[in-house]
Structure formats: C-alpha cells, structure tokens
C-alpha cells in the first residue's frame, strides 16, 4: 500500500498536467490539490469516539496524502473529526447483490407519509460519507461487515445503490488518475468496469455468465481507442455471440471502427422487424459517421410504424447533411400521437417552418393537447398573423393552464407584439 501512496502522489501531478484547463468534471473545484494530511492521534480520536476502525486503505489516504480534496466527481471530503455519527458504527445493511426486491423492502418505510428520519439515516448505516457527485448522488466508503472499505454510490432519493468494481478505497482513487491520465471518458467514473481493453477480453473469456460478460464489454466505451485483436474479436462476436453480446459487440464497433461495423449495421436497417432496427438506429446516432448511412436511414421513413425508431430517425437526420424537412410533413397526419409530436418537432427547428404554415395550423386544432402544445411550441418565431384566430381558439378551450397549452400561447402573443 505504500508504494501504492507513491504511485498515487506522483499520477496526481500527472493528471493534474493532463488536465491543466481542468475540464474534467469537478476539478474546476478541487484543481487536483490535497489538504494537508491528518494525524494518527486525530484519526484514533475520531475512530474512539464513533466506536469504529476505519479501512486501512482509507486511513492511509488521511495520513500520507490528505485530508480530503482532489478527487473522482466534487473531490474527496474532509473529515471531520469532531463528529459523531451513531450510526457509522452499525453494521452496513447493503451489498454488492442487492436485488430490486431487497432494495424495495428496504425502502418501504418511504411509502409512510410519516416515515421518519431514523428509519432513512438507517438505510446508510455502516458507511462514511466521502464525497459527492452533484444534486442527491454521493459516495460513500463502507466502514462495517464483509463489503469493508468499498466504494458505494447512493441516491438520497432511494435510487438503488451502486457498488463500484475496486476493492478498497486506494484502488478505486488510483483507477480515477489513470483514467484522467489517458484519456478515457470520465463521465460517470466508476460504473462501469475499470481496465484497458486486455484487460477487459481477459474479464470477458474467462467467465461463462453473459452478464459478466456484457459487463466487461461496456467497461470498453470508456477508452479512447481499442487494440486490433480486439477490434478483430468484436468481429467475431457480431457473427457468433449471443443476441446481447453482438448488440454490445456491435455498439463499440460503431464508436470505434465504423468502417468495420457498417455491413452489419446496414443488414439490422434491412431487417423486417421494427425491434432490430432501432439497434442500428441507436448506435448510428450515438457514435456512427452518420453521413455515409443517411440515405438508408431517410428511406425508412416509409415503413416506420414505431415511435421511437421514427424519432431516432430524425436525430440521425438533423446531424446529417440532408435538408429536407418536407419529407415529414406527411407524419404531421400520422395515426400515432408520437409520431405527428416528433414530426412537428422536428419540422420546428428548422428555418424553413414558415412553409407549411397550414399543416401546423391543422395541428393547433389536433384532438390530441400533445399534438397542439408541441405545435405551439414549434411556431416559435412566426408571427404570421393567419395563426392568430387558432390562439385565441386555444386560450378559450385550455383557459386554466392544462397542458401547459395557455402559457406557451402567450408566449406566441407575446412575439406579434414585439414585431408590431
């Protein structure tokens, strides 16, 4: 563990040069810098006075690093070592397996309009607060039971939680530094497997559970770029493996080698089920050169019965170099509520919405208070006095706000007044 420290001091300065504009998340607030270290004596006094004995990977973080500062998200907290917290020594209730179920019967109380805050802090005994991700995320290092001194990430609003890979908290602070150091996607650090992609095949070839599997191909979309080998393994997995393992196979194929995974993104396009095709659509969108599939994707629109598949459509073509927002119009009549929003809204970002001015006016009058407000929203800017009769219209059959119809109308009134 002290060379561990070493190695730890010295990649700090290395990821604070890698990221000097400091754009990874949170470090505009911690700047890669440490506290200054903590006591033994004041972390004994800390540790007799909540009848504890906190994890020797954490102890020597306080001691030979910092205090709190640089760290994964907002940073590492300080400790406070004139707390008490009659629940940290508790045994922690939560583990790694936690299932939907167990979570649900442990966050009954929640259903209580008097729940109090005894059985809520309960929830999260055994574990020290240690930093946090934003708004009601934070993490948390477990002090008590067989999970001592992982890392746990929580939602105060009772999501489940989430326990990292790492054993112990060094591991864990130490893979956030290699990350940063090269170059890997840092958003959400720590959901996702750690390790390169040897790693990762390693993880992947030496278990039989698909979830595992699965687990350590996602890990993948983390890094920069992938080795041959694998790339050629992701290959062999879009022809052989399992229905999920291609899908994932195929996921990363898109992001990194496009040029390899275009034959088989074309052949699920082709594909007669709506299901199969919204795979290529979504990959395409996330991390495809989507120009050089745009054409296909723009002749789905015929054959598109689905909501999602349809709406994916339009993100891909809105990135694309295809400019032709005519061809949804016909959707603007389209049996699917859905579908006529995702055709208005995508109609409503472009310039040329002022051409079928009498296809939006059919949709201010649609049966559907989605249809209209997406409608209403979308004739952002045109103050084409032919709208006008159909405002008032709406203003008298939604007057007390439903829908959130009557404020965007006024919004709509409020721009004929600044134009005239």
């Known amino acids: 563990m002290r060379e561990q420290i070493d190695r730890i001091r010295e990649k ?22 440490l506290n200054p270290p903590l006591s033994r004596e004041a972390i004994a006094a800390f540790e007799a006075k909540n009848g504890i004995t906190l994890p020797e990977e954490y102890q020597l973080f306080l001691t030979e690093l910092g205090n709190g500062g640089a760290g994964p998200y907002y940073g590492i907290y300080q400790l406070k070592i004139d707390v008490y917290d009659p629940y940290l020594a508790k045994h922690c209730r939560i583990h790694p397996n936690l299932s939907d179920e167990e979570w649900a019967e442990l966050i009954k109380f929640s259903e209580q309009d008097d729940w109090d805050d005894e059985e809520y802090n309960a929830l999260f005994q055994g574990m020290l607060e240690i930093g946090t991700q934003g708004c009601t995320y934070c993490m948390m290092l477990v ?55 040897t790693k990762l095949l390693e993880v992947f070839r030496s278990s039989n559970d698909e979830k595992q599997q699965l687990v350590a191909l996602d890990g993948m979309y983390r890094l920069p770029s992938l080795l041959d080998d694998t790339i050629i393994f992701l290959e062999e997995q879009c022809q052989t493996g399992s229905v999920n393992i291609k899908s994932a196979a195929l996921g990363l194929l898109t992001k990194h080698s496009f040029i390899k995974v275009k034959p088989f993104l074309l052949e699920l396009l082709a594909d007669e089920e709506e299901s199969v095709r919204l795979i290529a659509l979504k990959y395409i969108y996330w991390y495809g050169n989507i120009d050089e599939v745009a054409g296909v994707v723009k002749a789905l629109l015929p054959k598109t019965n689905s909501d999602e598949n349809f709406r994916f459509i339009t993100y891909i073509l809105e990135k694309s170099a295809i400019d032709d927002v005519a061809i949804y119009i016909p959707f603007f009549y389209h049996s699917d509520r859905e579908i006529r929003r995702s055709a208005i809204y995508a109609v409503g970002k472009s310039v040329k919405k002022v051409q079928y001015l009498k296809d939006f006016i059919n949709c201010l009058q649609d049966d559907d ?52």
Not at 19 to 32: A, E, P
Not at 398 to 403: D, I, L, V
Not at 405 to 419: D, G, P, T, Y
Request: proline share 4%.
């Open 143 to 197: 002090i008590s039971g067989e999970n001592r001194g992982r890392i746990v990430y929580c939602d105060m609003d009772l999501q489940k939680p989430f326990f990292t890979y790492e054993a112990n908290f060094l591991d864990w602070y130490e893979r956030w530094l290699d990350e940063i150091i090269n170059g890997y996607e840092m958003s959400w650090f720590g959901y996702k497997m750690g390790g390169d992609d």
């Open 12 to 33: 700090l300065i290395k990821a604070k040069a890698k990221d000097d504009q400091l754009q990874t998340f949170g470090s505009n607030k911690h700047r890669y810098e």
């Open 369 to 420: 208070p989605g249809v209209i407000h997406a409608a209403v929203q979308a004739l952002k800017g045109v103050v084409n006095p032919s709208l006008l009769p159909y405002y008032y219209q709406l203003l008298e059959k939604y007057p007390n706000g439903e829908h959130y119809i009557k404020s965007n109308v006024q919004s709509r009134l409020a721009e004929f007044k600044q134009r005239y």
